[in-house]
């Protein structure tokens, strides 16, 4: 295996990497579904020869399933290499990184732990580029530039950064308040944005808002919704109260974007060129239509490989032709990360866009799951990690009470394991406190 350090794109910038990968992805998404599938493998072979000559843990693993690189040659090959979960990378997270990158040279990600099991990935410069021009291409099917005004509701207003924004027209979704609502529409209608961006969850509650209080003269030409799942009546509600049309984005933090809508809105166009997906069922390729485990592969994840990882959402990949005439594929956003909405006692909305950074960051813990019962019960179910202490337990008890208030009555539940609801996705999330504005 080889040993020595380098960085592959040293002295190249990321400004040139991602031109280069933009100018591509302009090309390519045009290529038949036969070309770009083969583009596909060609680049998933490489790099699961890279992954076997490089990082020891995918070494160990090719070794043990009796996989070779030159097994792998068409889609049902990558079967024989076993399927990554959350809980292997977060065990294994050090013995992932490539032995020719320095890990200070990749860029850290947290995943906000949306489907419970919090975890950190790796990227490379490259990795980055290609995540960045897909991003942009994606934007430009629906006429957004870098140059638009865009109302954004997420956390922090991150990942939102290369629209034109202000901070009068950002509003964090981690906790939302009326008199929030109210400076963001003021803040609307005095600087009408083209675009409103961001989380399902702090959108529909911006909507509900702008419709419970009258206001009819917000709209947009594009609303665009990411990292939570939006079903369809929320959708339709939408479009109606903000006379605007919702465009569906699929991304993960493992895997930057994934799949997007194009103006068609088809289904979602998979981001082939820098994406390998599979739909999983029982162990095998799942059918067009049938409801299946998505699993990906960044093709350009050279720095810390993520082959054949498992995101723990369910979908469904569709044979149709969409009418833009693009020879990406299709997918069917099914059933994804559902977010709940959490209700102090003072009337505030806490999202937990990015709860996980906020109370459980630090704390060895595999896996928790957040209850309302009322206003003021919460229960925390957790899966504890080796390292955890009652120190941990206090802490979160604390944190919880300075967010939501110390009336707030919080118990912590230590499990040896948190099954998933009806939902074959686990629900980080659940409230039974209803909403009001």
């Known amino acids: ?32 579904l036969e070309d770009l599938e083969l583009l596909q493998i060609r680049r998933m072979r490489a790099l699961v020869k890279h992954a076997y000559e490089t990082v020891p843990f995918y070494h160990r693993v090719f070794d043990e399933s009796k996989v070779k690189p030159e097994d792998i040659h ?59 021009a897909v991003k942009l291409r994606n934007n430009s099917w629906v006429n957004m530039t870098d140059r638009d005004y865009a109302a954004v509701i997420a956390p922090g207003g991150e990942g939102w950064r290369s629209l034109k924004g202000v901070n009068d027209l950002r509003l964090d979704s981690y906790e939302i308040s009326v008199q929030k609502l109210e400076r963001l529409a003021v803040s609307v209608r005095r ?27 917000i709209s947009f030409e594009w609303i665009r919704c990411s990292g939570e799942k939006i079903f369809e009546e929320e959708k339709r509600r939408m479009e109606r109260i903000f006379s605007s049309k919702v465009h569906e984005h699929y991304s993960a933090t493992e895997s930057s974007s994934i799949g997007s809508e194009c103006a068609e ?19 095998e390729l799942a059918a067009p ?48 990360r559902i977010t709940d909405i959490l209700v102090a006692p003072d009337g ?39 390292n955890y202490t009652e120190k941990a337990t206090d802490f979160i008890v604390k944190s919880i009470k300075r967010y939501m208030g110390q009336e707030v009555d919080v118990t912590v539940k230590l499990k040896d394991k948190i099954e998933p609801g009806s939902s074959a996705k686990r629900r980080i999330v659940v409230s039974h406190v209803p909403v009001k504005l």
Request: glycine share 6%; with cysteine; proline share 4%.
């Open 348 to 386: 505030r909305l806490l999202c937990n866009s990015n709860f996980h950074s906020r109370i459980f960051a630090g704390i060895d813990i595999q896996q928790y799951r957040i209850i309302q019962e009322k206003v003021t019960s919460i229960v925390i179910e957790l899966v504890p990690g080796k």
């Open 74 to 132: 068409s889609r049902h090959d990558l079967l024989k290499i076993p399927i990554l979960t959350k809980e292997v990378v977060r065990s294994h997270t050090y013995e992932m990184i490539s032995s020719i990158y320095d890990i200070k040279n990749l860029e850290e990600k947290s995943t906000s732990g949306s489907t419970s099991i919090p975890l950190k990935v790796y990227r490379c410069r490259e990795q980055n580029a290609y995540s960045a």
């Open 1 to 32: 295996m080889t040993s020595s350090r380098i960085d592959l794109h040293e002295g190249v910038g990321e400004v040139l990497l991602r031109n280069r990968a933009r100018a591509e992805l302009e090309r390519s998404q045009w290529l038949s």
């Open 289 to 336: 239509g049938e409801m299946a485990s998505v699993i990906v592969t960044p093709l350009f994840s050279y720095g810390m490989p993520l082959i054949r990882y498992e995101l723990g959402d369910v979908a469904y990949h569709k044979d149709d032709v969409c009418p833009c005439s693009r020879g990406l594929p299709l997918m069917s956003y099914v059933d994804g």
């Open 265 to 283: 809105r088809s289904g979602l166009h998979i981001s082939s060129e820098n994406q390998f997906v599979e739909f999983i069922k029982d162990d």
């Open 191 to 217: 600087l009408r944005p083209k675009f409103l961006v961001g989380f399902p969850s702090g959108q529909i509650l911006f909507s509900r808002f702008c419709e419970e209080r009258g206001i009819d003269d």
